[in-house]
């Protein structure tokens, strides 16, 4: 029985298409610059966002410590969501390894901070204080698409004040696909975005930061200061190539089938699905405390897999399929009815 694992869209395996296109990929020595298909993967990840430059990472979490440590300097700071995943799940990264202090802010709803808050939080220019340097923003945070003239006033009071503005676009994708606009728009008032192309885009790794060419001449040395420069990576690169060319559009299926989750679960009382489930790829259900040991059981029994506890964030990706999102509803109806 296949596994329907429901816990992230990073658990998605290679297709074939894609593995063909790792072995086929053409390789060389990429800290010498001369791995064909990273070239390919970096300059088509600058092109599809319209800026000068891209580097390719092994993970999320360095391409964002690479944008955020090539931003700012030791002493320096950044103003990012309390929830955000550059400040709460990337091990404080930024603080350990970059010594740049982050400054969190509650989000009032999922990926905004509000502007009032971003501007009393800028620190005067003052020896008491550490230096503001830049703003990061998240899209998708929480599977909810962040509105585009949202991110304008954010890019404005930056220009205004002088700080950097970073981008975790690690489910960028889903927002593009699910908002109907551009790339494009969606990034050009960034200096930097990180891409994930191992989330919903379902390569095995990797992510791209983009940016000017300076910032990402910066990160270059960042990279290979962190350990993340790669030699024939051109059959991770050929991944994420695959992934782009092949599964962006294909998120609105996840979309799709998260939303008629999300509606089905909607209709058994006993469960609270929040407001924010089935925008993207997201559904987010409280059950019951005392029903959680029996969901749990019901599930294995169907070889699905989903995240532990009360508070359940299922994800859909490219290896669930119409039939799985059946099936788990099925395992909720019984458990619950
Ligand atoms: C997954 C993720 C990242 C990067 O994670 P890695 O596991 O390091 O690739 C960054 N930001 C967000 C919002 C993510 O979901």
Redesign the pocket.
């Known amino acids: 029985m296949k596994k329907i694992d429901l816990r992230s869209d ?1 658990v998605t395996l290679p297709s074939p298409d894609m593995k063909d296109a790792m072995m086929s990929a053409p390789l060389g020595d990429d800290v010498y610059g001369e791995d064909p298909t990273v070239n390919q993967l970096e300059s088509y990840c600058a092109a599809l966002l319209n800026k000068e430059a891209a580097i390719f990472a092994p ?4 391409s ?1 410590l690479l944008g955020l440590m090539s931003h700012c300097e030791r002493g320096d700071e950044y103003i990012v969501g309390q929830d ?3 400040y709460k ?2 091990g404080g990264g930024a603080a350990v390894l970059g010594s740049i202090q982050p400054q969190p802010l509650e989000y009032q709803a999922p990926g905004i901070i509000p502007i009032e808050k971003i501007k009393a939080a800028i620190k005067p220019k003052d020896n008491h204080f550490a230096r503001t340097r830049l703003v990061c923003l ?1 899209n998708t ?1 929480a599977g909810v698409c962040v509105p585009s003239d949202y991110t304008s006033q954010i890019a404005d009071l930056c220009k205004t004040e002088g700080l950097a503005f970073h981008l ?1 676009g ?2 960028l994708f889903n927002a593009v696909v699910a908002t109907g606009e551009s790339i494009e728009s969606m990034t050009h008032t960034f200096d930097s975005v ?1 891409l ?1 192309l ?2 919903g885009l379902g390569a095995p790794a990797g ?1 791209v930061l983009v940016g000017s060419k300076t910032l990402i001449e910066k990160a270059r040395r960042w990279r290979k200061v962190l350990g993340g420069a790669m030699r024939q990576s051109g059959m991770l690169a050929g991944a994420g190539l695959y992934a782009l060319q092949n599964n962006i559009e294909r998120l609105a299926d996840d979309h799709r089938r998260a939303k008629s989750l999300a509606d089905a679960l909607r209709k058994i009382g006993a469960l609270t699905v929040s407001e924010h489930s089935g925008v993207t790829n997201m559904v987010f259900v409280n059950v019951p405390t005392e029903k959680v040991a029996q969901l749990q059981l019901s599930a294995q029994e169907k070889n699905i897999v989903l995240p532990e506890g009360e508070s359940l964030r299922l994800v859909t990706h490219l290896d669930i399929d119409d039939n799985a999102i059946e099936k788990v509803i099925n395992v909720f109806t019984k458990t619950f009815n």
């Open positions: 990073t993970s999320g979490t360095q964002n955000a995943h550059t799940y990337e998240e945070q975790d690690a489910r990180s994930c191992s989330k992510s």
